[in-house]
């Protein structure tokens, strides 16, 4: 497993945009899965964006497809999350998880917060009107 600390959340106006940053103690390899997920109050924990590492692809879901971006600096062991146009909707505590292994792009994109095994602590981002 790998420590994972986020970082970069805040309040911020509707519109506005926010970049997250998760830093890894070790090494993020090819292969591995990452994901960013979100959770507000009474609501489930829900998946943002997920990529496999060295793919150069990500899935985002339907409610932040266009307007968020997840990169990785593998160099640096660091994933980012850049939320562009954010709605009040966005409120919440963000993650970001990992699954370390060699895995698919499509098993990737198939994993439930369940599945993956290394977690922050979360940053909370707060969207207001």
């Known amino acids: 497993q790998v420590q994972l600390a986020e970082s970069g959340g805040g309040s911020v106006q509707a519109g506005g945009s926010v970049r997250l940053s998760c830093a890894a103690s070790?090494?993020?390899?090819?292969?591995?899965?990452m994901g960013w997920f979100r959770q507000a109050p009474g609501r489930a924990r829900e998946r943002v964006a997920v990529?496999?590492?060295?793919?150069?692809?990500?899935t985002y879901a339907d409610p932040v497809n266009g307007r968020f971006t997840m990169s990785e600096d593998t160099p640096e062991n660091t994933v980012y999350l850049q939320m562009n146009s954010l709605k009040p909707d966005d409120t919440a505590m963000y993650y970001c998880?990992?699954?370390?292994?060699?895995?698919?792009?499509?098993?990737?994109?198939?994993?439930?917060?369940?599945?993956?095994?290394?977690w922050g602590q979360g940053t909370q981002v707060t969207v207001s009107s």
């Open positions: 070790g090494d993020i390899r090819v292969g591995s899965c």
């Open positions: 990529a496999r590492i060295g793919e150069g692809a990500h």
């Open positions: 998880a990992a699954r370390l292994g060699y895995f698919t792009y499509a098993l990737c994109r198939n994993l439930s917060p369940k599945d993956f095994t290394s």
